[in-house]
T-cell receptor, first 112, second 117 residues
Framework: NAGVTQTPKFQVLKTGQSMTLQCAQDMNHEYMSWYRQDPGMGLRLIHY???????DQGEVPNGYNVSRSTTEDFPLRLLSAAPSQTSVYFCASSPRGASEQYFGPGTRLTVT | AQKVTQAQTEISVVEKEDVTLDCVYE???????LFWYKQPPSGELVFLIR??????QNEISGRYSWNFQKSTSSFNFTITASQVVDSAVYFCALSEVENTGGFKTIFGAGTRLFVKA
């Protein structure tokens, strides 16, 4: 099993550009989440999904969209990138909502 | 609302010292779950332990031990005889049930541990 994969590993965007961060898992997990990690602020939940077709907002959802059309994939869309979205983004999955999460390797995004 | 506080931003110890990482949480629920994760310098996040709100037994795993006290809303993590390889950022996290029936997990800001040889 590949576990949780994220692409790309690194990305530089200009302000106003859009892009999609990809996340996929091959463990048939119901739950998937997106976090951003900023220095001194830990991991903050952006959006999460409890199953295909169901998503909900986390702590910092503004500026991000998600969808969950399949169990395996949970892409994160930035519609109009801003410098404040410069961060490391982690995708995670778990078999159930209260079980441990398996994290992807992260995407380092810089918005100039 | 749920909240996780890790008041220690950075801790520095010398190898073989014991060190305790503090975690204090806030939740409105009686059913919730607490976690610790480790993030070594390589950047990946590694699960260490999960504890549900009904199980206050302390747990020991090798040099690691966890003390869960509901009375003080704390879930502290102790490393005994620390080693250089323990140098990492450690995150405490809390999961509770949302109105939708799903679980939402919130992380603390993390504690960076430096273990010097």
């Amino acid at each position: 099993n590949a576990g949780v994969t994220q692409t790309p590993k690194f990305q530089v965007l200009k302000t106003g550009q859009s892009m999609t961060l990809q996340c996929a898992q091959d463990m048939n997990h119901e739950y998937m989440s997106w976090y951003r990690q900023d220095p001194g602020m830990g991991l903050r939940l952006i959006h999460y999904s409890v199953g295909a077709g169901i998503t909900d907002q986390g702590e910092v959802p503004n500026g991000y969209n998600v969808s969950r059309s399949t169990t395996e994939d949970f892409p994160l869309r930035l519609l109009s990138a801003a410098p404040s979205q410069t961060s490391v983004y982690f995708c995670a999955s778990s078999p159930r909502g209260a079980s441990e999460q398996y994290f992807g390797p992260g995407t380092r995004l810089t918005v100039t | 609302a749920q909240k996780v506080t890790q008041a220690q931003t950075e801790i520095s110890v010398v190898e073989k010292e014991d060190v305790t990482l503090d975690c204090v949480y806030e939740t409105r629920d009686t059913t919730y779950y607490l976690f610790w994760y480790k993030q070594p310098p390589s950047g990946e996040l590694v699960f260490l332990i999960r504890r549900n709100s009904f199980d206050e037994q302390n747990e020991i795993s090798g040099r690691y031990s966890w003390n869960f006290q509901k009375s003080t809303s704390s879930f502290n993590f102790t490393i005994t005889a620390s080693q250089v390889v323990d140098s990492a950022v450690y995150f405490c996290a809390l999961s509770e049930v949302e109105n939708t029936g799903g679980f939402k997990t919130i992380f603390g800001a993390g504690t960076r541990l430096f273990v010097k040889a």
